[in-house]
């Protein structure tokens, strides 16, 4: 069975956000599945099947070491890539378990191009606790590094992140997530998972610099280099917030695991309504080859 290892949202080898993308993958179980993404041990794993949804070129189904997720941002966009590149197709729907979405493609040379992925529009309700100091306490960090000023919120596209401002990017540094408050915290909740950023910024033509801690990636508390499905809903915070203004944003994320991943955010506004999100970067074509039955 065909292997293909993929970076997202970069456009350096090494960098970004690790996918590995079975594109024929008709014919495995749910637990063969499972056990091929606990075995590359990336972030997410996909697996593209026909698809049920007749507008769709694919099904996608996206793992990660530990569980299913029903959507994920740079699976859907490195897939995208990958199958667009194969197939001679620049845009693409993929069908997902939150429904069916838009992907464009820019090959490249097929070894370096991009993809932009249309994103639900995100929804928010208040955090279990804006408490600074809780918040603090989940990350390790001191009441001072939380800009209490813009409130924390859990924000979605499909899977819920806890949305926190930081002082600087000192703060960001030295943030850490620990496990007992999370459980604490979390406590009945499906996806749990932290946004931290702050707007002091490493390229000044960046918004944000973040970085993503979950328990959904696997068994403990594990940071992701770039999270597309968390970087939508990021742009729709940051717009809520008067952080950033419509049209198109770049997020950095990454960079303390020594993968820097820069995602392009696209806001579309009717009036005051945020109406239309699209999330994009680069791919790089890292490996393929062949998975051993």
């Known amino acids: 069975m065909r292997l293909i290892h993929v970076d997202v949202f970069t456009r350096t080898r090494f960098g970004g956000n690790q996918l590995a993308v079975l594109p024929e993958a008709e014919g495995l179980s749910d637990e063969q599945m499972q056990a091929i993404a606990r075995e590359m041990n990336f972030s997410e794993t996909t697996f593209v099947l026909p698809p049920t949804d007749p507008t769709a070129d694919a099904r996608v189904r996206i793992f990660t070491p530990g569980r299913e997720l029903p959507f994920a941002g740079h699976p859907v966009v490195g897939t ?18 939150i429904g069916t979405l838009g992907v464009e493609v820019d090959p490249g040379d097929g070894t ?5 992925m249309e994103q639900p529009v995100p929804t928010f309700e208040p955090a279990p606790s804006a408490d600074p100091a809780v918040l603090a306490g989940l990350l390790g960090l001191d009441v001072s590094d939380i800009v209490a000023e813009t409130p924390a919120e859990i924000g979605s596209a499909g899977n819920p992140f806890l949305y926190v401002r930081l002082r600087s990017l000192d703060a960001v540094r030295r943030a ?7 459980e604490r915290y979390f406590a009945g ?15 000044p033509l960046a918004t944000a610099h973040a970085r993503m801690y ?3 990636i696997g068994a403990s508390v594990r940071e992701d280099p770039a999270t597309g499905s968390a970087s939508g809903p990021a742009g729709g915070y940051l717009l809520r917030h008067g952080l950033s203004r419509p049209g198109r944003l770049l997020l950095e994320q990454g960079y303390e695991m020594l993968r820097p991943s820069q995602i392009d955010v696209e806001l579309t506004v009717a009036g005051d309504t945020l109406t239309g999100v699209k999330v994009g970067g680069g791919v790089v074509l890292v490996a393929e080859g062949t998975l051993i039955a």
């Not at 990958?82 to 993929?94: D, P």
């Not at 850490?176 to 999370?182: I, L, S, T």
């Open 176 to 182: 850490r997530g620990m496990p007992d408050a999370w």
């Open 214 to 216: 979950s328990l959904a």
């Open 189 to 203: 909740h499906g996806h749990a998972a932290i946004y931290l950023f702050t707007t002091e910024t490493l390229d």
């Open 112 to 116: 370096l191009g991009s993809a932009e």
């Open 80 to 97: 995208g890539f990958v199958l667009g590149r194969e197939r001679g197709k620049r845009a693409l729907r993929l069908e997902v378990k």
